[in-house]
């Protein structure tokens, strides 16, 4: 596709089930982040990843968040055991670190635990 | 480790005049590059402007530019003739290309662009 594609757009759960939130990046982009963005809020860091380097999980903020990127494309993000402060619109951007480093960023899911 | 900073939650202005977003940032490295994006209610982040810290020329784009202070490690934004499709949280973000050192934004800065 054109752009970033992220999938769903919005999404409800229950408190304590495990969540899948997916990004398919701009193909031939290099670099893929996930960045999490409370109500009104910037946008918080949560994991980075560049080609074949291990990720930069700095920014995840329990061991209940996990990210992989298979292939070097497509990226899950899941959150387990789900809990209302994970409610959030989660954000994945990538790009092509060298010439352009412009990060292009999907529209985002939405997620709202209930 | 590299911080952005966005002192100012709020501003608003009205219709065809010009306002200024401030953004500092804070980092070791020579080599980097900042970034103004802008995020509307649809909340698509879009590129505004990019400026490459080695490059002493403020950048353009149409109604909006930069004043990029390398010294003092400021990065502020400032669009004129201002348009009520302006209205917008707007966010500073800082990278340093060919590590593996993350896209970090700042806290944002709301604005509302008054008729």
């Known amino acids: 596709g054109a752009g970033v594609s992220q999938s769903p757009s919005n999404k409800v759960t229950e408190k304590g089930k495990d969540v899948e939130l997916r990004c398919d990046p701009i193909s031939g982009h290099t670099a893929l982040y996930w960045y999490r963005q409370s109500l009104g809020q910037g946008l918080e860091f949560l994991i980075y990843f560049q080609g074949n380097s291990a990720p930069d999980k700095s920014g995840l903020p329990s061991d209940r968040f996990s990210a992989e990127r298979t292939g070097g494309s497509v990226s899950t993000l899941t959150i387990q055991r789900t809990q209302q402060e994970d409610s959030a619109v989660y954000l994945c951007a990538s790009s092509f670190l060298g010439q352009n480093t412009e990060a292009f960023f999907g529209q985002g899911t939405r997620l709202t635990v209930v | 480790a590299q911080t952005v900073t966005q002192s100012q939650p709020e501003m608003s202005v009205q219709e065809a005049e010009t306002v200024t977003l401030s953004c500092t940032y804070d980092t070791s490295e020579n080599n980097y590059y900042l970034f103004w994006y802008k995020q509307p209610p649809s909340r698509q982040m879009i590129l505004v402007i990019r400026q490459e810290a080695y490059k002493q020329q403020n950048a353009t784009e149409n109604r909006f530019s930069v004043n990029f202070q390398k010294a003092a490690k400021s990065f502020s934004l400032k669009i004129s003739d201002s348009q009520l499709g302006d209205t917008a949280m707007y966010f500073c973000?800082?990278?340093?290309?060919?590590?593996?050192?993350?896209?970090?934004f700042g806290t944002g800065t709301r604005l509302q662009v008054f008729p």
């Open positions: 973000a800082f990278m340093t290309p060919y590590n593996t050192d993350k896209l970090i």
